[in-house]
């Protein structure tokens, strides 16, 4: 489309404005939901799949296609996680890996949505210090990701395959940072008269919020994790159960580590926090619109970890430990590894502690993000666990 034929799009507040390839990129987003959206009965899409579309959408969605998300030399992205961060986030991951690893008597490493390969990368280096040479996999649903992971990680020399789908049988260490988030929810809201119902989406200008009563299994479900509370509007992660119920098909021995931000149920579905967990990420931004800049933001949920150790019961897993990012990382040595990991430039020192700050402070990233691992035929303790286990709070 030449540029004269892009309208402009005016910026929802306090966002920044669209170039002309991100507009193009957004009106084709728009255009093919609400096609979709046409087709479904009284034009109500429920938010689970706009979510999905929006984020994965073939070609489309935001992270299967080209915009940059994670940061690089060139550009900030949108959001930066801890691994991006510093490598000793993987450096001290990679203690509690070689513990799965020599426990399960294996050296097969599984990551789901492997970003830029940062991760992987400071993890084969920390392993390799070990003297243990992974065999690493990564299930990568972005193709721009996947290309971006193997520029990456192609110069370590080291075993990585990608694969599109889950193993049948797998025996080894399970990585999932800051996945579940990503995983499309239900969203709720308990009406005036104790009934339950499900948000989702329609058209507006592009889209607009809309709601009908949820379904008879919805509500049960809902009212099954919480007191209805009228008005009170939250979030349900279906996917991320679904997600852990296949771990427990084909985790034959072995461990996943998930961290990711998120609470107990008792915290998620506080009566303070009636308008539930939505986030989004636009270049920095952060705000709880789902619905503007469909496509081009990242949109995430907090998890339930008493789901998330529910769903692995029932699938006979075992959880492992849970506790928080900061206590987790300095179970596993942490503060050893930002030691080893010194730097002669002040600058760059400066850099690191900062890092090392905003991954430990309990008013950034150390308190919210927790840590959980589910595992089968593994004999605890983790060394991520030693000390301030929370389990008993789930
Ligand atoms: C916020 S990014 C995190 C990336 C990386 N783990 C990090 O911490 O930098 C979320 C990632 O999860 C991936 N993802 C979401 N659902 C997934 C699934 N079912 N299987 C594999 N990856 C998934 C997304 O494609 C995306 O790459």
Known sequence: MPDSEVPTIP??????????????HYQNVVAAIQEKLCRQPDRFMPFETYMDLALYAPGLGYYVAGSQKFPNPDTPGDFTTAPELTPVYGHALAQQIAQVLQLSGSNHILEFGAGSGALASSIIAALRDMGIEPQYTIIEVSAELRERQGERLNGLEADVQWRDNLPR?????????????????????????????????????PFSWAERPASTELTETVRSRMTPLPGYTSEINLRAEAWVDSLGQWLQKGAAIIVDYGFPRHEYYHPQRAQGTLMCHFRH???AEPLVYTGLQDITAHVDFTAIADAAIKARLDVLGYTSQARFLINSGFVEQLAQATKTDAVDQARLMASAQTLLSEAEMGELFKVMVLGRDIDPPLIGFERGDRRHRL
């Open 11 to 24: 910026p929802p507040a306090g966002l920044p404005a669209l170039d002309v390839n991100s507009a193009t």
């Open 169 to 205: 049988h797998f025996e080894g260490c399970v990585v999932a940072n800051e996945v579940l988030d990503a995983m499309p929810v239900s969203v709720f809201r308990w009406n005036e008269n104790g009934q339950l119902m499900e948000k989702g989406v329609t058209m507006g200008t």
């Open 285 to 287: 931004h952060t705000h």
